[in-house]
Nanobody
Framework: QVQLVESGGGLVQAGGSLRLSCAAS????????MGWFRQAPGKEREFVAA????????YYADSVKGRFTISRDNAKNTVYLQMNSLKPEDTAVYYC???????????????????WGQGTQVTVSS
């Protein structure tokens, strides 16, 4: 069982930055692929970024490429999402997600992630 707790959301002006954190419990974190997803009101939950077990491979949605960076610190059981040059369309609830098995690839599909956090709100004002 893995529990995920996101933090770091808030209100920021367009062009600003935020760093989200996702603290994970469980001994398997260091071998688990992690992802960030987001859901805006009235929209489907969409992929944002993903990272493999050791941080050697990362993937991004086209809409955030070049602005967002996903990283992880396995010693702290934490994955991060650094968000720069934020836009109003980035406004959403951001969710951290974990795959269930060791050394699985970090895919951009919701259905491959077993564990989810409760989400943290990010609001970007224009």
């Amino acid at each position: 069982q893995v529990q995920l707790v996101e933090s770091g959301g808030g209100l920021v002006q367009a062009g600003g930055s935020l760093r989200l954190s996702c603290a994970a419990s469980g001994r398997t974190f260091s071998s688990t692929a992690m992802g960030w997803f987001r859901q805006a009101p009235g929209k489907e939950r969409e992929f944002v970024a993903a990272i493999n077990w050791n941080g050697g491979s990362t993937y991004y949605a086209d809409s955030v490429k070049g602005r967002f960076t996903i990283s992880r610190d396995n010693a702290k059981n934490t994955v991060y999402l650094q968000m720069n040059s934020l836009k109003p369309e980035d406004t959403a609830v951001y969710y951290c997600a974990a795959r269930s098995g060791p050394y699985e690839p970090p895919l951009p599909y919701r259905y491959v992630y077993t564990y989810w956090g409760q989400g943290t709100q990010v609001t970007v004002s224009s």
